[in-house]
């Protein structure tokens, strides 16, 4: 019988695979990092934010614990941003976000105000946004929502957003969980689809029938 043998070099194949993963991996959470950086310099008032600062972190999570406040972390990746009740405001620097594997954000409970965030589409990757509990305002363009075929939840109560409810919440196919309450919105209640959708609707200035798919 022929005995196998392993080849002295395949441990060292092996080694330096894993090594070559977590430089990469280093190399991700850096550049993570940064964007993070970037994004800090747009709001005020983030105090409770001093420990993102340089020299950067290697690592943005060690396996599901944060490495810097407000990470969301799973599995050892960086997920998300939960961002809530620190007295934040100044602006949503959407652009500074775009490189990251962002799935959650949240900026529920502070005190952003100003229009809906520009460019909030691009996070083509979100599944949950949470901007609950600020002062936005304005009205929210229809199309702010166009392509986000992620987005499971959405969160907009108790702001001060004004006109019509975007149409382009219709084009979400996950969305599961819409709160719009304690706004300004008016008008009729676009013909939400989507099974299983959870939606509060109230304190605002909508009038008209409510469509079929929410009667339940």
């Known amino acids: 019988m022929i005995m196998a043998t392993s080849s002295p070099y395949s441990g060292l194949l092996i080694l330096c695979l894993l090594s070559a ?21 747009s709001l005020i008032n983030a105090t409770m934010l001093d420990d993102w600062k340089e020299p950067v972190v290697d690592k943005l999570c060690s396996w599901n ?3 810097w406040t407000g990470c969301l972390c799973w599995n050892g990746s960086f997920i998300g941003l939960r961002l809530e009740g620190m007295g934040l405001a100044g602006k949503i620097d959407v652009d500074s976000l775009l490189d990251l594997p962002l799935f959650s954000l949240s900026v529920m409970n502070n005190n952003f105000s100003g229009p809906f965030p520009s ?13 609950a509990n600020n002062g936005f305002s304005g009205e929210i363009p229809d199309g702010a929502f166009s392509g986000m075929k992620a987005i499971k939840k959405v969160a907009l109560g108790n702001n001060k957003f004004t006109g019509k409810i975007p149409v382009s919440l219709m084009e979400l196919p996950r969305l599961v969980d819409l709160q719009l309450q304690d706004n300004q919105f008016e008008g009729r209640i676009p013909d939400f689809w989507q ?15 409510i469509p079929v798919a929410l009667s339940t």
């Open 21 to 41: 993963f977590l430089v990469s991996a280093s190399s991700d959470d850096t550049a993570y990092a940064n964007s993070l950086l970037k994004f800090k310099q």
């Open 65 to 67: 614990k944060p490495n």
């Open 119 to 131: 460019y909030m589409n691009k996070l083509g990757k979100l599944r949950s946004l949470y901007l």
């Open 195 to 209: 099974k299983s959708l959870s939606v509060n609707f109230s304190y605002n200035k909508l009038e008209g029938a």
